[in-house]
């Protein structure tokens, strides 16, 4: 399922029946599979496939060109958090002792802390942006990545291998980047997998309380955004890209799951 | 190379945990050149810890531990590091002693790649080399850990403890998760590889007919101190402490007739905790020879003939 | 001679894989009478466990049992409806298993599981359940137990949590009692104490037992009767002390031969793993590991022919 959200967001400059960004103003709120009126590029008038916005966009471009940007921002926000928790996770679970109560006192606080709030102050810190959003994004994340590692690298630790290793004379990253680190993918690529539907999710949410993204910029949080006024009348702008969302947000999960059996070494059982 | 034991351990003493329960208390022990002495006793009484201090992967708390004359009890860093090609062990559970996201092949080369003994196709020379020792072929080098049996793992884990060549193997429960026809090879395999290679060995086992075939002497462990060491023959004729004479009529006999016929009664209660030790001889509340002394002294680890200690008051 | 508690006859389990249909234990019969111990002595992958799990029902998954009869008193235990299995599961029959640890409930105190069983097989009220609670767990040696009642499995030794569930077996008051490996990971001394525990309490009741180990030596102080088995069939039965004495089967040669003398009389190499997918095996299945193989081990497997020892053997150097 991904690969087809994937495929589309990679060829979005050639499928999307015209730009994003073409604004036609004699064309808006035109429900979907309605033709619009004849001009001068479309003798005929454009076909609408899903309609078009408040101010005359396609909505179908949008949510193509949308893809790229809720994909990739999900992505990035995904690698991020996984990268900080995973460090930490590792570190603490590794060397236990006053990091792991570091570690496990930030974790606390942060979960504690209402993360809209912590989204606004931050967001509003570092100004708006991808860039802002994707730190943002990753910082609601890397918790969850952070606990779970933690807690299979203390199993993990304890295994024969791990201290025959040791007997061998191993020294501390030996034994974390070969020996304990492989051993914690597995469940590592479900929680990625959550997170980045987690990542789609929140920053849909951002950009639809006007939080995130600049709202010109076509991703699906703002389209949902844009729709909002209009959700009894011209129903199309937000329910698509909601369509999308989920179909997307199965779709990775989907993709997590499969990766975790793919990479069990003991094959499928 | 001196030539006095290759390991001595003095009043060794091993704490754990924040409320440092005592795990090892104040072991004397010598380990002989070529020998291989064989460890006995209940779990939890501090044969792993035993096997493991001499490893050096953790830290005495008291005493000391001399490898071949050089103190190594509170070795660091580099020299430690250096001296792990020397010493290495073999653990009970086959299943777990395997990374399984690396080949067999990459698993034994470990010490070797660690310690820059080899390079390239050297590597896989001496992996097939350590393979054909243990009866594998080399082909099987690229395999997964999954693809094996328990008794072929044991095998692989017996290969990648001799890769780097060591000279002292600590065989902690090696036959314990294998079938009792399988241990009889896995037996062999280890004495022809000690003669073949010269090895020094520390057999540990809870299974004392195991350790009978292949110890040239044996100490039997009790919460955490030795409480008779002597050579193998002496010890399973002439078992003087209470607790060796209690394992051996433990063991099951192949005779239905002896077994039925032996009235048998068992040692009653179990170890105590570490955490709680009794006062005295640790032994005192489960000995049938317990006597007010028992109670409150500790009896040392003494000779009651040559080449035969006991810690006891009233040895058999 | 009373009728037996058990009869089993042609007992067959299967594995069904993506290399097609494989037979884990085919063709074992066996009985078991009140107040018999039966022990059963194989390798790992030699199908004892399977066997007695399939009396249960409590194969797992792609795994099928098919039997002539396997029969407990007058029912067939392979016909039985989720709800007659259960009434079955631990107050007819109940399993012993190797591993205490995974058996019992953490999070539960021991006294709560033990009243738990007894509520579900007798409906009792809570008082009484945890008098009878006390009842089981003096009977198994448990040292203060109404004291230990409410403590939880893991402030239990190793032996002690086995005594507990066999008190847990016990509470069924199960006519059959299975132990797998009971004693397996347990130390030589408390391993003793147990045999010599199921030991009174086979005396005691009119309970049968069936003890499945690998540890042949074990069986010599408590079976009175002993099945071989190999790859998943039965090599040989006999009682006891004949089995010990004048053992008919290669196998059982070689087991006593590497307890005795601790040499091996076998031409070595692992048994083969049941539940491999390899081809169906032809003939013997100790075949490649006999002394005496001949031709026509290679070809059929044996049958379960009378032997001299009063008992049966599956071979053909005996039968020939």
Redesign the interface.
């Known amino acids: 399922m991904l690969l087809i959200v994937i495929g589309v967001a990679l060829a979005a400059p050639l499928i999307a029946p015209t730009s994003p960004d073409i604004v036609d103003r004699g064309a808006r709120l035109l429900a979907p599979l309605v033709r619009s009126a004849a001009d001068a590029q479309h003798p005929q008038g454009m076909l609408h496939l899903l309609g078009t916005d408040s101010i005359g966009r396609d909505t179908l471009s949008r949510l193509i060109y949308g893809s790229r940007l809720s994909l990739a921002v999900g992505f990035a926000a995904m690698l991020l958090g996984a990268l900080i928790g995973t460090l930490v996770g590792v570190i603490s679970g590794f060397f236990g002792g006053i990091i792991e109560a570091i570690s496990g006192w930030l974790i606390d606080v942060q979960l504690s802390f209402p993360f809209l709030l912590l989204a606004i102050f931050l967001l509003g810190a570092l100004g708006g942006g991808k860039a802002a959003v994707i730190c943002v994004l990753a910082l609601a994340t890397w918790v969850n990545y952070a606990r779970i590692v933690r807690s299979q690298v203390l199993s993990i630790r304890n ?13 501390a990253s ?1 034994l974390i980047f ?2 304990i680190l ?2 914690t993918l597995g469940p590592l690529f479900v929680v990625a997998s959550f997170s980045m539907a987690q990542a789609i999710l929140t920053e849909a949410s951002l950009s639809f309380t006007g939080l995130g993204l600049d709202p010109s910029t076509p991703s699906w949080g703002t389209m949902l955004n844009d729709g909002r006024d209009y959700l009894l009348s011209a129903w199309w702008i937000s329910t698509m890209p909601g369509i999308a969302i989920g179909f997307t947000v199965l779709g990775v999960l989907m993709l997590g799951e499969g990766l975790r059996e793919v990479l069990d ?3 499928s059982r | 190379m001196s030539t006095g034991p290759m390991f001595d351990a003095r009043a060794l003493t091993v704490a754990f945990g924040r409320s440092r329960v005592l795990g090892l208390r104040a072991i004397d022990l010598t380990i002989a050149t070529g020998e291989t002495l064989g460890l006995v006793g209940e779990s939890g009484s501090g044969k792993s810890t035993l096997a493991r201090s001499l ?1 050096r ?1 953790n830290r005495a708390s008291a005493g000391s531990i001399r490898f071949q004359g050089r103190d190594i009890t509170r070795l660091q860093g580099t020299p430690l ?2 001296l ?2 020397q ?3 073999i ?3 086959p299943f ?7 080949s067999i092949g990459r ?1 034994i080369a ?2 070797l790649i ?2 820059g003994l080899a390079r390239g196709s050297e590597i896989q020379e001496r992996v097939a080399a350590s393979l054909a020792m243990v009866g594998l072929p080399a082909t099987l080098a690229s395999r ?1 850990p ?1 693809e094996f049996s328990g008794g072929q793992r044991q095998r692989i ?1 017996i290969a ?1 403890a001799l890769c ?1 060549r060591p000279q002292f193997i600590a065989c902690d429960e090696v036959l314990s998760a294998l079938d009792v026809s399988l241990q009889g090879q896995m037996l062999d395999l280890l004495a022809r590889l000690k003669h073949q290679l010269g090895l020094t060995y520390l057999f540990i086992s809870h299974d004392l007919r195991v350790v009978q075939r292949i110890s040239d002497r044996v100490a039997v462990m009790y919460l955490g101190r030795i409480v008779e060491l002597a050579a193998t023959a002496e010890l399973y004729a002439h078992p003087a402490h209470p607790y060796t004479g209690a394992l051996l009529a433990a063991i099951p006999t192949p005779d239905p007739l002896i077994e039925r016929a032996r009235r048998f009664v068992a040692l009653p209660g179990e170890l105590p905790s570490p955490a709680r030790p009794p006062a005295g001889c640790a032994f005192h509340e489960r000995c049938p020879k317990a006597s007010a002394r028992c109670r409150t002294e500790l009896p040392p680890l003494a000779d009651i003939a040559p080449g035969h200690k006991v810690a006891c008051f009233h040895p058999n | 001679m009373s009728e037996p508690l058990l009869a089993v006859e042609n007992l067959c389990v299967t594995f069904a894989s993506e290399h097609g249909a494989h037979a884990a234990v085919s063709q074992v019969s066996f009985s078991l009478r009140a107040g018999e111990a039966l022990g059963v002595v194989g390798e790992s992958g030699s199908g004892k466990s399977l066997t007695m799990l399939s009396l249960l029902q409590l194969l797992p998954n792609g795994a099928s049992a098919a039997a002539t009869r396997a029969q407990l008193g007058e029912r067939e235990l392979l016909r039985l409806s989720r709800d007659q299995l259960n009434s079955v599961r631990g107050r007819e029959i109940a399993i012993v298993f190797q591993d205490p640890l995974t058996a019992l409930n953490p999070v539960l105190s021991i006294g709560r599981q033990i009243t738990e069983v007894l509520r579900h097989h007798f409906n009792l009220e809570p008082a009484p359940a945890r008098l009878r609670a006390v009842e089981l767990l003096t009977r198994v040696g448990i040292p203060d137990p109404a004291l230990r009642m409410n403590q939880y499995p893991h402030e239990f030794s190793g032996g002690m949590r086995q005594r507990v569930t066999i008190a847990m077996a016990l509470a069924g008051a199960p006519k059959v009692l299975i132990a797998d490996e009971p004693t397996t990971a347990l130390d030589v001394t408390v391993q003793a104490q147990i045999v010599s525990l199921i030991a009174d309490l086979l005396q005691q009741t009119g309970m049968g037992v069936i003890w499945v180990t690998h540890d042949l030596a074990l069986l010599a102080r408590i079976a009175d009767r002993v099945l071989v088995m190999f790859a998943g069939r039965i090599m040989e039965s006999a009682t006891c002390e004949e089995l010990f004495t004048r053992p008919q089967h290669p196998y059982t040669q070689s087991l006593l031969s590497t307890l005795r003398e601790g040499r091996t009389a076998t031409t070595g190499g692992e048994a083969p793993m049941v539940s491999h997918a390899d081809p169906a095996p032809v003939g013997c299945p100790f075949a490649p590991r006999c002394a005496w193989v001949m031709d026509i081990c290679r070809a059929t497997v044996p049958v379960m022919t009378p032997a001299a020892h009063g008992g049966q053997v599956a071979c053909w150097k005996v039968t020939r």
């Open positions: 295994q024969g291998y791990v201290e025959a290793a040791r007997a061998a004379g191993a020294g030996r070969i020996h492989p051993n070494p003991r094959g | 490893l992967l590091r250096a792990r090609r010493l290495q062990m653990f009970q559970d777990s002693s395997l990374n399984p996201r690396l698993a470990e010490s660690i310690h997964m999954h884990c990648r780097c």
